[in-house]
Nanobody, 126 residues
C-alpha cells in the first residue's frame, strides 16, 4: 500500500519558519517528480512547489518564490518543504503528492499527481 505521510506543520508567528517533511512508503519515489500543494479554508487546493526526480530543476508558485525551498532525499524516499518568512496568507493544509510515472518533468497540475498524503496544518498568526 502506497502512503505519503506529511509532518512538521504547526502554529508559527508571521516571519517564522517551518520545515515540512513527507515520508513515502509502499514503493520508491526516487525516480518520480514530487510536489507540494496547499488548501486554505474555503478555497481550492493550489500548487506550491515541485521538484524533479533528480532534485533539479525545481519550480515554485509565485506566491512562495524566494521564501520556500523544496528538496528531496531519495535514499530516504522523502521530500521536504522549508518555509521561511511565513505570512498569515500561508495558512493552509499542506499536502505532498507524487505521480505514478517515473522520470517525468516538473508537474504543477493537481490532475498530474496520483498519490496524495493526508495533509498537515500550517497556521501563521499575525
Amino acid at each position: 500500500q502506497v502512503q505519503l505521510v506529511e509532518s512538521g506543520g504547526g502554529l508559527v508567528q508571521a516571519g517564522g519558519s517551518l520545515r515540512l517533511s513527507c515520508a513515502a512508503s509502499g514503493r520508491t519515489f526516487s525516480t518520480n517528480t514530487m510536489g507540494w500543494f496547499r488548501q486554505a479554508q474555503g478555497k481550492d487546493r493550489e500548487f506550491v512547489a515541485s521538484i524533479n526526480w533528480s532534485g533539479d530543476p525545481t519550480y515554485y508558485a509565485d506566491s512562495v518564490k524566494g521564501r520556500f525551498t523544496i528538496s528531496r532525499d531519495n535514499a530516504k524516499n522523502a521530500v521536504y518543504l522549508q518555509m521561511n518568512s511565513l505570512k498569515p496568507e500561508d495558512t493552509a493544509v499542506y499536502y505532498c503528492a507524487a505521480p505514478s510515472f517515473s522520470f517525468g518533468s516538473i508537474r504543477i497540475g493537481e490532475d498530474e499527481y496520483d498519490y496524495w498524503g493526508q495533509g498537515t496544518q500550517v497556521t501563521v498568526s499575525s
